[in-house]
Structure formats: C-alpha cells, structure tokens
C-alpha cells in the first residue's frame, strides 16, 4: 500500500547527541515536511522540500538539520543544538507542493531526552 | 501573523451532535481544514472547505465558514466514540504555507 513511513516509533536521545528521524514515502509526492508537535499546541513547521535537493526552513528550524537526495526520503537530524527536543514529530507530504492537495501524514515517531 | 485558535476540550455524550470550533486570522486564506489524529498517530484529513463557500457536507460532518469573522466550526452528527481524537483545524497562510490550530480533543461518552 502507497503511503508514508516513520522510523522508529519512539526514540531516546542522550545529553549532546544528535540523532536522525527517517521519514520515507512511496507515493511519488514531490514535496515533503517536517513539523513538531507539542501537547495542547498546534503543529510547527520545521523543514520542508518542495523538490529533490533543495529544502527550506520552517518556523522552527534552528537545532534541526535536513537532506533531501532522494525523492522518497526526507530525514530529520534533531542536532545537540537543540535544547528541548521532547516531542512528537510528524512527517508530511505532498503530491505538487501546493497546499490545496491533500496532505499525507506519518504515524510520527514520540523523541525524548533520557 | 498568523494564529488559528480552537478551544482545548469538547466532551459529548454518544449519540449527540458535537461542534468544534475554530477561528482564524488571515483573511486571504483561500482553503481550510479539518484533520482528524488519533492517540500516537498522525494526522488525517477529514474534510475541507474553500473559501467561497459557506457550507461544505459530507455524511456525518458539516463545516460551516463565516468568512466575515474568520470562524469556521465543524459539526460531526451522531457522535460516536470512535469520533474521539484530537481535532486540528488549519488554513493555508503567506507562503501557502499550512498553519494549524492548537487542536481540540473531543471526548465521547458511551
């Protein structure tokens, strides 16, 4: 079945560690993104890719790093720089980029800080 | 800037009509929606509503859009307690760029 896949479901991350979210889609979107969620807030946009090898920054992109090679694959690195990682992050995508498609999500993978 | 505002909680009994309510900021907004999660899960779409309409209906779910004061509300009829989860209305803002609101969580009495 086409969709998106997050890996893995949960993560630990230790003091000054950098440790790498994979989000993979099977469904030939062009564009992808990255958003955090914390509970009682709405989702921030951290990255996003509109195209192979290039992406932009979110509302919130500052300790998180990116990289987009492939089209159907869009890691998230949450970097030592960033100081409350603890949350819950979900991956997104889209066929043309254009927000008037319908965006896919991942089932998201829970980060917390050990 | 932007904000999408929603109320935090919503509790029905099952059966009942419940409505979730949401407002929003950017009056150039040309798409909203309604997405659906469910606990540890990712966000699905439930239904959305272009701007040049008032009223959009799809089985159980309504969603009405007052465009003159930027509210949208989304109203789900015989509630079940399946219907539990977090309801996120979001709007499409500068940039065409998806903001979304803080999420309403609806829970349903048996």
């Known amino acids: 079945d086409g969709g998106i896949t997050q890996s893995p479901k949960y993560l630990f991350r230790k003091e000054g560690q950098n440790v790498t979210l994979s989000c993979e889609q099977n469904?030939?979107?062009?564009?992808m993104y990255w958003y955090r969620q914390d509970p009682g807030q709405g989702l921030r946009l951290i990255y996003y890719?509109?195209?192979?090898?290039?992406?932009q920054k979110g509302d919130i992109a500052e300790g998180y790093s990116v990289s987009r090679e492939k089209k159907e694959s869009f890691p998230l690195t949450v970097t030592s720089a960033q100081k409350n990682p603890t949350a819950f992050y979900l991956c997104?995508?889209?066929?043309?980029?254009?927000?008037?498609?319908?965006?896919?999500f991942g089932s998201g993978t829970q980060l917390s800080v050990l | 800037g932007e904000d999408v505002e929603q109320s935090l909680f919503l509790s029905v009994r099952e059966g009942d009509s419940s409505v979730i309510n949401c407002t929003y900021t950017?009056?150039?907004?040309?798409?909203l929606y309604w997405y659906k999660q469910e606990p540890g899960a990712g966000l699905q779409l439930l239904t959305y509503?272009?701007?040049?309409?008032d009223m959009k209906q799809d089985q159980r779910l309504t969603v009405l859009l007052n465009k003159k004061d930027k509210h949208l509300s989304l109203r789900i009829a015989d509630t079940q307690t399946g219907d539990s989860a977090i309801y996120f209305c979001?709007?499409?803002?500068?940039?065409?760029?998806?903001?979304f609101g803080g999420g309403t969580r609806l829970m349903v009495k048996p």
């Open positions: 997104a995508s889209t066929a043309r980029g254009g927000l008037n498609e319908k965006l896919f």
């Open positions: 509503i272009f701007s040049n309409m």
């Open positions: 469904l030939n979107h062009d564009a």
């Open positions: 950017d009056s150039s907004s040309t798409y």
């Open positions: 890719s509109q195209i192979v090898n290039d992406f």
């Open positions: 979001a709007e499409i803002s500068a940039g065409n760029m998806l903001t």
